[in-house]
């Protein structure tokens, strides 16, 4: 009885424990309640995703009402493969969390902080969940509220001012995707997804689709952070509590990845979007500059966590990139490199944590012979630094060589070379971290800290090694990729 | 019968990368006792030394079979395969690691370095990476040992840790890298997505598929990426590298990390491209050319150098480029004698290297204009200098006659004359900067600050005799090599 109705569970579940976890009294419960909360939703992506995989795509209607007049849940391949992914990291990171939060945010806000961490994994989990155009608005802005809300958190005062920048772009962004679901509404009579594919072709004033066209790119890529939107992001990401960078740069541009797959590929369509509309004209030189962008600026940080959030977005743009280039080659390098970057990014986010919690700074100068100090989370940011670079044996290498597989396909040769010039640009910058860990001597006060503590330790190298297995061993990865592709180009 | 025998070649080839991986892994966990760990450190290298010899007593049934591990990217395995250029290299590679680690137990006990179970360790992770290039039978798998190796052997060269180390360090792994992502990734992707395939196959697989202008770029892609081969203007790792201690420079630059680059130009040349395929075509001549003005360069690079290791490192860019020339010249007479070359010059540099490592621990000096009169303090050293240098240098009877025999003999019958020209007067600066040394060492008087000095330490000077000893031993037996090698698979 309750098999078939895994789909809304999985966004109902954190959205009742949220505001149960404000209520609890103020010792290690929130957390623990948040955590187990949080592998229960992981419990059920995996379920969906089994299911999804065998039955086919799950279409669930709230309270019974048929679609198009209800809200419809729709969970296909790449929905459930995304589900996984962010459950899985947060699940990981709530893992962590305790130590964490209790040293970066003031007791009396814990409760709430988990409170609001999983109202953001709600709507992290409903915008991918739902079938729904106007549903998706919803959850996207509880997951955008909630993580202004998490940033600000952090105990750093220009934490006020990065979360304030991301909450006036990120609404910007929001409502303008807003005023595309309504352009869109106000078209065709409907808000549920499926039914938008079908009616958006039938539709009498074409202007008002291409309007809404327009405004679904600029409000996405507001959330995705692609090149000239992404001057939230670099702050927001540094000077957020480490609790809160490790799982936003996992999974926020992600699902706003996801979103881009959703609007442009399933309602819009692809013949629309990138034949009649080129959204690929866009969606490349952007892509293209900010790689290069990102990575020059990301040499010149002093700040090992701006550092890390600048290469990010070159790293999203890798994954703009694939979809740029209009295949279905392109998709799929695109898809398993939003997979693979999530854990690399996580796992280095989650080193940043650990050295934070010991060394008190995430400054390149104050990780000075952090190498010596704390050996096994040094080691693992090697690792994942690498994964990162796009050595062999790392799941980095494996979507870098999708992605230059599918680049060479459409003979673009140029392209290939800026992306393998631009992997060769973070190696620079990995290796500046590493040379600052393992070739200076600690300076002043921090030079007898002691290695981080065992459990984020173990969360951190649990994120390396599914770098490393899915380096090695990336038949699921790869063949989810596939199937999601094909399913998105139908 | 053939399934015994690739039961018995699977477990080999696993075991030979498996055996170095376990020694680190056990000197890591064992890394508090010193005796230990030296203990470990030459037993896995005899280990080592034993399972290459059992495979190569698994005769020449052998050649025809791929070992595949499981396939890394969509069909693409990770695959092993043995054919005789890796079992040379394999052999080289082993052979002169037993010998190196009594050397580096040696000279790191007496020049009191520290960190020695991370050297240890990174030492016999590098070596696993070697085996793993040699026995690769596709080009995903060698980029991956090939990758593994660079960043094995990172600690090795910035073990001392000072400034100049890191910055040594800091050049060596930067080259590296950049021409492994920049040139032999690109490289590589580019030939699967032309050929549709990545693996060592006699005949090569480029023919046909792309036009020659295109193949020529190719191929100068897959020249320049492989950094390790040292061909100018890639080649400053080299002497960048110098900074590692002696050990690392003998067993690694002078054998296993150069060796794995001209090894790979090699099996590039025979098995991607083959030799019919870049005669035909002609796309093998700009990098004959690069390779021509690489061994000549650095040869009168060497000339200037005072620092003796520097003065190694750019005679060993110099003979890289002889065994590069050879290959990719293309004919059976010149992939001899290039084969031939990495056997010998492996045996005669990794004996000079010795040999500056022993006068450094007796008399802590690193530069020719102080080595006079050291050969009469240090005899055993010096003599295995001079039996080296004439080795390399390429005159009877060493070993290193042989292959410069086959090399010129290549060039010619290539009907490349200038190219012959160019090895003859390559081996004229061979002579001018090798000889001084041994014969200022014999000949002139000690300067007064070598007069504490004494032979260096046995566990030092045994090695380099014993390698001194093969590049003469190596004249008599070369004969079986060239029997061995003549079953190379050239079309």
């Known amino acids: ?490 | 019968m053939i399934s015994e025998i690739s039961q018995s070649l699977q477990l080999n080839i696993y075991a030979s990368i498996l055996v170095p991986t376990i020694g680190a892994i056990l000197i890591f966990l064992c890394s508090r006792f010193r005796g230990l760990i030296e203990l470990l450190f030459v037993s896995t290298a005899l280990c080592l030394l034993g399972v290459t010899v059992s495979i190569v007593n698994l005769g020449a049934d052998i050649f025809q079979q791929t070992v595949v591990l499981f396939n890394l990217i969509g069909t693409i395995p990770i695959a092993f395969h043995i054919e005789p250029l890796g079992i040379l290299y394999a052999c080289v590679a082993s052979g002169l690691w037993l010998v190196t680690t009594i050397y580096a137990i040696g000279y790191m006990n007496a020049n009191k370095e520290k960190h020695l179970a991370r050297f240890y360790m990174c030492f016999c992770l590098a070596m696993a990476a070697v085996m793993g290039i040699a026995y690769s039978a596709n080009l995903l798998t060698l980029f991956i040992f090939y990758e593994l190796l660079t960043l094995s052997t990172y600690p090795l060269v910035s073990h001392k840790g000072t400034d100049d180390a890191k910055n040594g360090a800091r050049v060596y792994l930067g080259i590296l890298i950049s021409t492994s992502i920049g040139f032999l990734l690109i490289a590589i992707l580019w030939t699967w997505h032309s050929t549709g395939s990545l693996d060592f196959t006699v005949g090569g697989i480029v023919e046909n598929k792309l036009p020659n202008g295109l193949l020529m770029l190719l191929f100068a892609l897959y020249a320049f990426g492989i950094g390790k081969a040292a061909l100018m203007p890639f080649h400053r790792w080299l002497p960048s590298a110098m900074v590692a201690p002696t050990p690392v420079s003998a067993l690694l630059h002078a054998v296993a990390v150069v060796k794995a680059g001209v090894f790979c130009v090699l099996k590039i040349t025979v098995y991607i491209f083959g030799i019919d395929v870049l005669n035909s075509t002609g796309v093998n001549s700009p990098i004959i050319w690069v390779a021509t003005a690489t061994m000549l360069l650095a040869s009168l690079v060497a000339l200037q150098q005072n620092n003796l290791k520097a003065r190694l490192a750019y005679s060993t860019v110099s003979q890289l480029a002889y065994i590069v020339l050879g290959a990719v010249l293309a004919t059976s007479t010149s992939i001899m004698g290039s084969s031939l070359h990495l056997a010998t010059h492996a045996v005669g540099k990794i004996t000079l290297f010795f040999c500056a490592g022993a006068i450094y621990t007796a008399s802590k000096k690193t530069l020719v204009s102080e080595l006079h009169g050291l050969g009469r303090i240090m005899p055993f050293t010096f003599a295995a200098y001079t039996i080296a240098a004439i080795s390399i240098i390429g005159l009877p009877p060493l070993a290193g006659s042989w292959s410069k025999w086959f090399l010129v003999d290549g060039a010619i019958t290539a009907d490349r004359l200038i190219i012959a020209i160019a090895f003859l007067i390559s081996t004229i600066l061979n002579i001018v900067y090798l000889m001084p040394i041994a014969i200022n060492g014999f000949l002139r008087k000690p300067d007064k600050s070598l007069r504490g000095a004494k032979e260096a330490p046995f566990a030092v000077v045994m090695p380099l005799c014993v390698t001194a000893g093969l590049c003469l031993v190596l004249f008599f037996l070369l004969g079986y090599v060239y029997d061995f090698l003549l079953l190379l698979p050239l079309r």
């Open chain 1, 1 to 490: 009885m309750i098999g078939s109705h895994y789909p809304i569970l999985q966004v109902v579940i954190p959205l009742i424990a949220a505001p149960l976890c404000s209520l609890l009294p103020k010792n290690k419960l929130p957390w623990l309640f948040a955590t187990l909360v949080s592998w229960i939703t992981f419990a059920v992506s995996i379920v969906l995703l089994v299911q999804v995989r065998n039955h086919g795509v799950l279409s669930y209607e709230l309270g019974s009402w048929p679609a198009p007049w209800g809200i419809q849940y729709y969970i296909d391949t790449i929905g459930a493969f995304v589900l996984v992914l962010v459950s899985s990291i947060a699940s990981i990171t709530l893992l962590a969390a305790r130590e964490l939060v209790e040293s970066e945010i003031a007791k009396e806000k814990h409760a709430l902080f988990y409170t609001a961490f999983l109202l953001c994994l709600t709507g992290l989990l409903g915008i991918v969940a739902t079938g729904d155009a106007f549903n998706v608005f919803v959850f996207l802005e509880i997951s955008s509220l909630s993580s202004y809300a998490l940033i600000a958190m952090g105990d750093n005062r220009k934490a006020l001012t990065a979360s304030y920048e991301y909450l006036i772009m990120g609404t910007i962004g929001a409502t303008f995707i807003l005023i595309g679901i309504g352009l869109l509404y106000m078209q065709t009579g409907t808000l549920n997804m499926l039914d938008l594919k079908q009616r958006i072709h039938e539709v009498d004033s074409f202007r008002s689709v291409h309007a809404a066209f327009a405004f679904f790119t600029v409000g996405i890529c507001l959330k995705l952070a692609l090149f000239p939107l992404h001057h939230w992001l670099p702050n927001a990401y540094a000077y957020a509590p480490s609790v809160v960078s490790i799982f936003l740069a996992a999974t926020a541009t992600k699902v706003a990845l996801y979103l881009l797959y959703r609007v442009f590929y399933t309602i819009f369509g692809f013949e629309f979007s990138f034949d009649t509309l080129h959204l690929g004209y866009i969606l490349l030189p952007l892509s293209i500059i900010a790689v290069i962008i990102s990575a020059l600026t990301a040499i010149f940080q002093p700040d090992v966590k701006r550092l890390l959030a600048y290469s990010s977005l070159g790293q999203i743009s890798y994954m703009t990139m694939g979809i740029a280039l209009e295949t279905k080659a392109g998709l799929i390098a695109s898809i398993i490199h939003l997979f693979n970057h999530a854990f690399i990014k996580g796992a280095l986010f989650m080193c940043m944590a650990c050295l934070l919690s010991r060394m008190h700074s995430t400054a390149l100068v104050g990780l000075a012979g952090a190498g010596r100090r704390m050996p096994w989370t040094c080691a693992a940011f090697v690792v994942a630094g690498l994964a990162l670079i796009g050595v062999p044996l790392t799941s980095g290498f494996i979507s870098k060589w999708y992605l230059v597989v599918a680049i060479l396909e459409k003979d673009w040769w140029w392209l290939a070379i800026i992306v393998l010039i631009t992997s060769l640009l973070s190696v620079v910058y990995i290796w500046r971290v590493i040379e600052q860990m393992y070739f200076r001597e600690a300076n002043g006060k921090y030079s007898n800290a002691k290695e981080a503590s065992p459990v984020l330790l173990v969360c951190t190298w649990l994120l390396v090694l599914a770098t490393i297995y899915f380096g090695i061993d990336n038949s699921y990865p790869v063949g989810m990729a596939v199937e999601a592709a094909e399913a998105l180009l139908k």
